[in-house]
């Protein structure tokens, strides 16, 4: 599956990208929300896995236009939290398209559970891999 990272937590950033490229994915990776975008629209990926407080442009906007955008791709949200708490914007973020959310910080056997299941429901409505 091609997935795209946004984060600018270059730790995190790296530590995702290591940890799906592992398991066999083609990852390219964002630092912020608009450098995503045009990653996103360039490389078409089949699902992206975004923080929501960012700088240029925070996850939840990034997740509405890529909703409006190519409403196939799926999406996992991750956060750790900010003045609204961890909870609420990962529920902001499920209620306006993310398929999935990840509180941070999370364990990459966690992330591979939750991307395999992306993979899981594509294959479910007939969305190659």
Not at 13 to 28: I, N, P, Q, Y
Not at 68 to 85: D, F
């Amino acid at each position: 599956m091609k997935i795209l990272v946004i984060d600018d937590d270059d730790r995190i950033r790296r530590m995702v990208v290591k940890v799906l490229s592992a398991d066999g994915h083609r990852v390219t990776c964002a630092a912020d929300g608009s450098a995503g975008l045009t990653a996103f629209r360039r490389e078409k990926p089949d699902a992206v896995v975004t923080d929501i407080i960012m700088p240029e442009r925070e996850g939840i906007e990034t997740i509405v236009t890529i909703r409006k955008e190519r409403p196939e791709t799926r999406i996992i949200a991750i956060s750790g939290g900010g003045r609204l708490g961890d909870i609420e914007l990962l529920r902001m973020a499920r209620l306006l398209g993310a398929d999935d959310v990840i509180p941070k910080p999370f364990r990459a056997h966690d992330l591979r559970r939750r991307v395999r299941a992306l993979d899981t429901s594509r294959a479910a409505f007939g969305v190659p891999a």
